[in-house]
C-alpha cells in the first residue's frame, strides 16, 4: 500500500523526470563526445596525410603511372632517412617550369655531407664522417641498360639531398650534369621535400585506394 502511495506521488513523477532528463544529457553528451573525436581525428588526419598521384615511370617498378598514393607531410627535415620515397616540391625552380607538376616522387638516396657517385649502374655512398665509398644495395633499383648508367661524383652540401628515380635510365631527378646541363651546380633541398610515401602505404595501396580515393 504504502509503495503504490509513493508511485502515485509527485516525488515519484519528479525522481522519475529526473531519470529521465539525466539519461536524456547522457545521450546527447555520447553524441558530442563522438562528434568531437571524429573532428578531432579528422583534423589530425588532415595535417598529417594527404594525396599524391605519380605522373610518369620514373618510379618503375616500384610505383606505376597514374598511381594514387597515401604521403605524410614532412615538416622537419631530420625525419627524412636514406631510401625513403620522396615528394619535392620543384616548382620554385626554373629548369622545372616545363614540367607536368610542380612535384616529384623520387627515392631518397644521400643526405647531407655525403658524397655520392655511380659506375656501371652501382651507386656508391660515402657517408658524412666516414672516408670509405660503399656500394648501395638497391634491390628496388631497375635499369633497361645498366652498363650505360652511371654519373660522376656529387656532394651534398648542408642542407641538400640527392635522390634518384627507381627507373635509372628513364628519370629526371638529382643527376644535373645528365639531365639539366652542367650549368646547374646545386643540389635541391632537403626543405624541397613536402611529404614521405609510408612503405605501408605502398604495401597497402590497393586497400587505402578503395577506402580513400
Known sequence: MQDRELRDSELYESRFQFKERRSTHRFYLIILTVIFALLTLRMYWTKTFGGVEVDGSSMCN???????????????????????????????????????????IKRLIAKEGD?????????????????????????????????????????????????????????????????????????????DVVGIVPEWAIKYRKWIKKILF
Open 115 to 191: 658524397r655520392v657517385r655511380c659506375t656501371d649502374g652501382q651507386v656508391e655512398i660515402c657517408y658524412y664522417g666516414t672516408g670509405t665509398f660503399v656500394p648501395l644495395d638497391e634491390p628496388y633499383a631497375y635499369y633497361e641498360n645498366i652498363e650505360d648508367y652511371d654519373f660522376e661524383e656529387y656532394f651534398v652540401d648542408v642542407g641538400e639531398i640527392f635522390f634518384l628515380g627507381d627507373n635509372r635510365n628513364n628519370s629526371c631527378d638529382s643527376r644535373y650534369k645528365e639531365t639539366y646541363g652542367s650549368h646547374l651546380t646545386k643540389l635541391y633541398k632537403a626543405d
Open 62 to 104: 616500384t610505383l606505376q603511372d597514374g598511381e594514387k598514393l597515401l604521403m605524410k607531410y614532412v615538416d622537419d627535415a631530420d625525419d627524412l632517412d636514406y631510401g625513403d620515397i620522396i615528394v619535392v616540391y620543384v616548382g620554385d625552380y626554373e629548369e622545372c617550369k616545363g614540367m607536368k607538376s610542380d612535384f616529384l
